[in-house]
């Protein structure tokens, strides 16, 4: 069978992680898995995914113990179960054996959960080595024709942790609930200047968003007025963000044998 780097009809993003792992290792990778990273609204309440993820290739281990290494950090190799294990694989565990590369689009802290989208991988990835049936919760994409959640990476990274205030939406309108939810919270200056600078430009709501260690915020954005609200956001802070357009969708997971 013909090594999964080396078929064409994958999407290169697919194949890049797979052909590290046979770089790193000496051998070809037996499957691929994907998950996308997570938007959690309004406290997780409710849950968006976009398009950019983690991804893993690997394959089994006989000795019980799980071997992870990165592509963003290649020498920071963790083996589990362990004591010492690098702050990009905190949270993951040995629940099976297997050897896999990771490799994930955005940093912690940019607003999309990169650390779940990561665990859910690897859990994907253990799962079906392990020759476990897989159960798929159905995804509910978000009925919002015409409109953008713009995610905003305020690039500010503390470690302080934000604890949650707990939040009930009363009303239906994700827009108003964002903004509902935004003034019950405690955020840092920088969320608030991004949150307020997002309604002023025309935004229909807006939050902070809760990302440790990072400090970043979402708003919902009329498609025609994403750019608008762009600049608005980026003249009212310090640091120029980093930007990041969902178009609402069912995102899936998917691996590859």
């Not at 976009?50 to 992870?68: H, M, N, P």
């Not at 509910?140 to 990274?157: N, Y």
């Not at 997002?198 to 954005?221: E, K, Y």
């Amino acid at each position: 069978m013909m090594d999964i780097a080396d078929r064409p009809e994958i999407a290169p993003e697919l194949r890049l992680v797979p052909h590290a792992f046979r770089q790193t290792f000496g051998r070809p990778a037996s499957g691929v898995w994907y998950a996308p990273g997570v938007l959690n609204l309004l406290g997780g309440a409710v849950k968006v995914h976009a398009k950019w993820g983690a991804i893993v290739a690997g394959d089994r281990r006989d000795d019980g113990k799980l071997e992870l290494v990165s592509v963003n950090r290649p020498t920071e190799r963790a083996l589990l179960p362990s004591d010492d294990v690098p702050a990009w694989a905190a949270g993951l565990e040995a629940t099976g054996g297997a050897a896999l590369m990771c490799s994930v689009d955005l940093p912690q802290g940019s607003g999309l959960s990169a650390a779940e989208a990561l665990k859910t991988a690897v859990k994907l990835a253990l799962r079906d080595l392990a020759g476990e049936q897989l159960d798929e919760p159905p995804v509910e994409p978000l009925d919002l024709p015409g409109q953008r959640l713009l995610v905003v990476d305020t690039r500010i990274r503390r470690p302080e942790p934000q604890v949650e205030r707990p939040y009930v939406p009363h009303t239906d309108d994700l827009g108003a609930a964002l903004t509902a939810y935004h003034h019950v919270q405690n955020p840092d200056p920088e969320q608030n200047a991004v949150v307020y600078a997002a309604l002023a430009a025309g935004a229909r709501g807006a939050s902070m968003l809760i990302d440790l260690p990072g400090r970043p915020a979402v708003a919902l954005v009329d498609a025609d007025l994403v750019p608008a609200v762009k600049k608005a956001i980026t003249k009212a802070v310090d640091v120029p963000p980093r930007y990041l357009t969902i178009v609402p969708g069912p995102f899936r997971t998917a691996a590859l044998r």
